[in-house]
DNA sequence: GCCAACGTTGGC
DNA sequence: GCCAACGTTGGC
């Protein structure tokens, strides 16, 4: 099982719409980088942190879970860009703000932090996920 | 709202 | 295949 983080954007689609939807489909990924994670290497049962970007609290604030393998957007004789389906699994009491993990020496190399980082599907280590379960 | 860092497009 | 111009992302 792998680790990964989605970025949304709140007002677009935040993880209260995911709690209320349950489970939703993971589309518009135009990044040929994000692309190959969609197509190749997220899995089944794979775990998902939910990170708001672009809108104020910048954080980490919850879990899903990968319910469908990638498949085709479009014309599946021809695909070019993948899709996943997460389910929701929880909202974050508190979210992990920027700030908090940044100051943390684990969390602080994460991809989400390096400057200039703007992939929106990103893999997260182990421990790295299991150090931002300590700070929530 | 600004703008740095990327990614993509298209003329040559 | 190079690279300038343009478009987008996303933190600040």
């Known amino acids: 099982m792998k680790y990964w ?5 709140a007002d677009v689609y935040s993880i209260d719409d995911l709690k209320r939807d349950r489970v939703t489909f993971w589309d518009g990924i135009r990044n040929y980088q994000a692309r190959n994670f969609l197509r190749d290497q997220i899995k089944k049962g794979d775990q998902v942190f939910f990170y708001h970007s672009n ?3 910048l954080a980490i604030v919850g879990i899903c879970e990968v319910v469908k393998e990638g498949y085709p957007e479009s014309d599946p004789q021809k695909p070019t860009w993948f899709m996943v389906d ?8 508190n979210p ?6 940044q100051k943390n020496k684990i969390t602080q190399k994460m991809m989400l932090l390096q400057k200039g980082s703007r992939l929106s599907i990103q893999p997260v280590t182990k421990e790295e996920w299991e150090s931002v379960l300590k700070l929530e």
Do not use: Q
């Open 5 to 9: 983080l989605f970025k949304s954007e």
């Open 55 to 57: 809108s104020e609290p």
């Open 86 to 93: 997460v389910k929701f699994v929880k909202k974050f009491k």
């Open 96 to 101: 992990i703000t920027r700030d908090i993990l």
